[in-house]
Each structure stands twice: as structure tokens, then as C-alpha cells.
């Protein structure tokens, strides 16, 4: 009998130091802070929110506290449910605004990790860009909107508007070669993703113009009469149909294409009563010309008048 006690004593005795070994191993592991598995990504930033992912080795509540760049005050997303994966959505948040956050890990012991401080940026709604662009064209702050455009591009490649904007800004104020091979670039480049866009083929006339490839300037006219028959270009008045007709008419004239050229004089000088096949006619201002193409010139010069005054064409020959 005593035997048989001594026997069960020893193995409750060292099944108690098994147990207690057991829990003191665990309660050491506890005591390791939580870690994660792979760095934190964000899964999605648009222009009012982010969402982060969290990743780590064991089943832990996440709280993230962030705040904008450059500000004391300090916003805070409360802890999560325990789980080893984690997908946490910053909101509200101000559009196109860097935000400093940093990330805490507590596991259900309490053992906090915190991660080091880091940033990002949200995202700008792409009116908002678009309106800002146009709204610096507006006001002739033209580096300005190209960046804006600029911008828009980098959120939608294939904006139409955006790259007549840049197009239009560099127009107005850009005179070199260079300037006007990029204007030819962003206007066809929205004509490619808009076709018959009525602001990209204004913007692709004046620009064939200014490099002297009249007759294709010429010939997109006829694309934008057809396409938008009372065109005019909302974010500058000096600039709609009949400043662009006037400028196919002088491209016209120096391809010595003298019908359209009265055709469109037709259009913008109903009453001007030149007739080719009329000598009789060929008077400009009471004073009679010898031919009918210097009687078509002298209309023309004084139509050029109008065109010419403004930005855009400036810099450039007429008649």
C-alpha cells in the first residue's frame, strides 16, 4: 500500500513539474512582441481614402494612428478584432494630401509591436485636376495648367482634355519648333482616343498653321465644319469657328486654291460681290484690282486682322 502511494505521489509529483514546465514555456513565448510577416502595403488609395494591409505572425489587434504632414493633430483607427490578416480603411481623407501614420500590434497578451513612422499620399479626383488645369488656362497661368494636365495624364493616359489642355497651354504660350511638335503630339493624341473631339482639331488647325503645313490645316478645318459646324472653344472666346475659318481661308490662299478660299469669304463676308469669271467685281474698299487673286487677298488681309490678334497666331505670317 505504501508502496502503491509512493508511486502515484512520484508521478503526480512530476506530472505537476511537467505541467508547470509547460506553462512557464508558454508564458515566455507570450512575452515576444508580435511581428509581421511581410512590410504593410495599401491595397487602394483614392482621393478620399486608403486601405492598408496588415500581416502578421500570430492573431493580434491592429490600431493605426495617422495624421496629415506637417500637423500635431493626430487621428486614430481603434483596434480591430484578433486575426492574423488585417485590411483597414483610412476615411475621410483630404484629396491629394500626404498623411504620416504608424501602425500598433497587440496580441492577447498585450505585447505591442509598433511599427516605424511612415507616409502616403491620397490620390485627386480627376475633375478636380481638369477644373484646376482649365481654371489656370483661364486665368493665363499656363505652367500651371500644364501641370494639371499633366497630372490628369499620369491618373487617365487617354484624357482627351487633358492633352488638348496641355496642347492649348503650350499654343499660348510657346513660339518655338519644339513647343509645336508637342502640340501636334497632345492634339492627335486626343483626336486618337476621342475622334472628331471639336477642341483637338481647333487646336490641331492652329498648330498645322503656325508650322506651315497648310494644307492639312486646310483639310482638318473641313473635319471640325463638318463635325461641329458652330464650334467655339469654351475656356478662350478667341478662339471658335470663325477665327478658324478665317485661318483655312489665308491657308487656302497661299496653296492658290482661290474657290474655297470664296467659299469661306462667302461664309464670313456675304456681301463682299466677288466673282472670278468678273473683272467688274474685283473691288476691295472702292479701289478696283487688276486680278482676281489680289482682290481675294485684300479681303483676306483685312479678315486676317481679326485673326490674327490674339496669342495663338501672333507670331506668325498671313497673306
Not at 198 to 223: P, S, V
Amino acid at each position: 500500500m505504501n508502496r502503491t502511494l509512493g508511486i502515484i505521489a512520484v508521478i503526480w509529483i512530476l506530472h505537476g513539474w511537467h505541467a508547470c514546465q509547460r506553462e512557464i514555456t508558454r508564458v515566455i513565448d507570450d512575452d515576444q512582441p508580435p511581428q509581421l510577416t511581410q512590410p504593410i502595403t495599401f491595397t487602394q488609395i483614392t482621393d478620399t481614402s486608403a486601405v492598408l494591409s496588415v500581416i502578421i505572425n500570430e492573431p493580434c489587434s491592429v490600431s493605426v494612428h495617422y495624421r496629415l504632414f506637417g500637423s500635431a493633430d493626430s487621428l486614430h483607427r481603434p483596434g480591430s478584432d484578433r486575426r492574423q490578416k488585417h485590411l483597414i480603411r483610412l476615411h475621410p481623407l483630404r484629396p491629394d494630401t500626404v498623411y504620416h501614420y504608424r501602425v500598433e500590434l497587440f496580441d492577447r497578451y498585450q505585447n505591442m509591436t509598433q511599427t516605424p513612422p511612415d507616409t502616403f499620399r491620397t490620390l485627386i479626383n480627376p475633375d478636380t485636376l481638369l477644373g484646376r488645369g482649365w481654371h489656370h488656362f483661364e486665368n493665363q497661368a499656363y505652367a500651371a495648367a500644364r501641370t494639371s494636365f499633366a497630372r490628369l495624364l499620369t491618373v487617365d493616359t487617354g484624357h482627351s482634355e487633358a492633352s488638348c489642355g496641355i496642347g492649348f497651354s503650350l499654343l499660348a504660350s510657346e513660339t518655338t519648333a519644339r513647343a509645336d511638335s508637342l502640340c501636334l503630339v497632345f492634339f492627335q493624341n486626343a483626336l486618337n482616343t476621342t475622334p472628331d473631339f471639336g477642341d483637338a482639331l481647333a487646336g490641331l488647325i492652329l498648330t498645322l498653321y503656325r508650322t506651315g503645313d497648310l494644307l492639312h490645316c486646310a483639310m482638318t478645318f473641313e473635319d471640325l465644319r463638318e463635325s461641329a459646324p458652330d464650334y467655339q472653344f469654351c475656356h478662350d472666346p478667341l478662339i471658335d469657328l470663325r477665327q478658324l475659318t478665317c485661318v483655312a481661308a489665308i491657308a487656302y490662299f497661299n496653296l492658290t486654291l482661290f474657290s474655297p478660299v470664296q467659299t469661306l469669304i462667302d461664309i464670313l463676308f456675304p456681301t463682299n460681290g466677288l466673282d472670278p469669271d468678273t473683272p467688274g467685281s474685283w473691288v476691295v474698299g472702292g479701289e478696283t484690282y487688276s486680278t482676281y487673286p489680289e482682290a481675294l487677298q485684300q479681303i483676306l488681309a483685312g479678315l486676317q486682322v481679326a485673326a490674327w490678334n490674339n496669342r495663338y497666331l501672333s507670331h506668325t505670317t498671313g497673306v
